[in-house]
């Protein structure tokens, strides 16, 4: 296990950063000594310095080029190409664009093909352990999301209807603040990856991710109840394994055979990173996940239904779809069980 340590200066806020690469299924944890936000003991946001966009391509797949919104020489001075699908994510709480599920999904992406692929950087903003500020700070990022999005549609460089906005947890919430920024206009597809719910849980459609924040709206549930919501708020909602907290691979005997500095990412979030694992995974084998309506996901499930697969789950889900769909995985990557990527019917 290695570890890289950082230290950075946010206004008078000191803070430190662990980062851990994807392929050890973690996500970085970023630590603040104060949060950023509206509170009377946080630091001001400054959301042109505390929210970057960084642009990656096949040009610039690792370096990437931040996009200045006020400057309107900012995108033709970059790597970005109108002609290419553009892909929008948005990490979590505690999460960075630099590593984890940011550069995952964007890694997997580049690898399949030319893309525009933006990462919203608001880590300034997500520091742990400040949750309740960086609840507050999701309504903030939001409608600059939305600047983003309308500055881009102001020079050409995208159609609405063919813009997709990923976010995972927290991430999700901003995704579905951005859509409501929008209206009555919508993108083309958001993608919630078990969107946060603490805090959420109570503050109605105007409070968090629906499917009427954007044309399309798909939504995995992973860490329902606990982490993530467990009821559906998209056009399609999946529940791999149930949806349930326990995912396979996530239970306490297996991270007890880790070391216990992995405990956070490795038990207690478990399940909720599952969400962003499967759909990178999706992106490399857009078959490999079939769900079914029938909920007898697993052989011990009791349902007056036979599984069968209706759908996909992930990159290649059909948006004419409606409901909530099951599916098993399994407990390790390659979690896809379809792993020859053939759609059977």
Not at 83 to 102: D, E, L, Q
Not at 150 to 179: C, K, P, R, T
Not at 312 to 331: H, I, P, Q
Request: positive net charge; proline residues 6%.
């Amino acid at each position: 296990m290695t570890y890289r340590w950082s230290r950075t200066i946010h206004y008078d806020t000191k803070s430190f950063v662990v980062q851990r690469s994807w392929n050890q299924g973690e996500n970085p944890l970023h630590v603040t000594t104060l949060p950023a936000g509206t509170c009377s003991y946080c630091c001001p946001i400054d959301v042109d310095q505390d929210i970057e966009y960084l642009l990656f391509t096949r040009r610039n797949p690792t370096c990437g080029t931040t996009l200045n919104i006020s400057d309107p020489y900012s995108l033709r001075k970059s790597n970005f190409n109108d002609r290419y699908p553009t892909v929008i994510f948005i990490h979590g709480y505690s999460g960075s664009a630099r590593a984890g599920s940011a550069t995952a999904i964007r890694d997997v992406y580049l690898k399949r093909g030319e893309y525009n692929i933006i990462l919203v950087h608001w880590t300034k903003l997500a520091g742990l352990p400040w949750y309740v500020t960086a609840v507050r700070n999701t309504r903030i990022v939001g409608p600059q999301v939305a600047r983003l999005v309308n500055w881009l549609d102001a020079q050409g460089a995208i159609s609405l209807a063919s813009l997709h906005v990923i976010g995972f947890s927290l991430g999700a919430e901003i995704a579905g603040f951005m859509g409501k920024a929008l209206a009555p206009r919508k993108v083309g597809r958001i993608t919630g990856l078990d969107a946060a719910y603490p805090l959420y849980m109570n503050t109605g459609g105007d409070g968090h991710l629906t499917k009427n924040d954007a044309m399309f709206v798909d939504v995995i549930h992973t860490d329902g109840g606990n982490f993530g919501f467990p009821n559906p708020l998209g056009h399609v909602d999946f529940y791999p394994n149930g949806g349930k907290p326990i995912q396979p691979g996530c239970n306490l005997d297996s991270v007890i055979r880790r070391s216990v500095s992995r405990l956070i990412n490795q038990y207690i979030v478990c399940g909720h990173n599952r969400a962003w694992m499967f759909y990178a995974e999706s992106v490399t084998n857009p078959f490999g996940f079939p769900a079914s309506q029938c909920p007898k996901w697993h052989p011990n499930i009791q349902a007056q239904c036979t599984w069968t697969p209706d759908v996909l789950m992930g990159f290649a889900v059909d948006s004419r779809v409606r409901g909530k769909f099951y599916l098993r995985t399994n407990a390790q990557a390659p979690f896809a069980r379809n792993a020859t990527g053939y759609m059977r019917k």
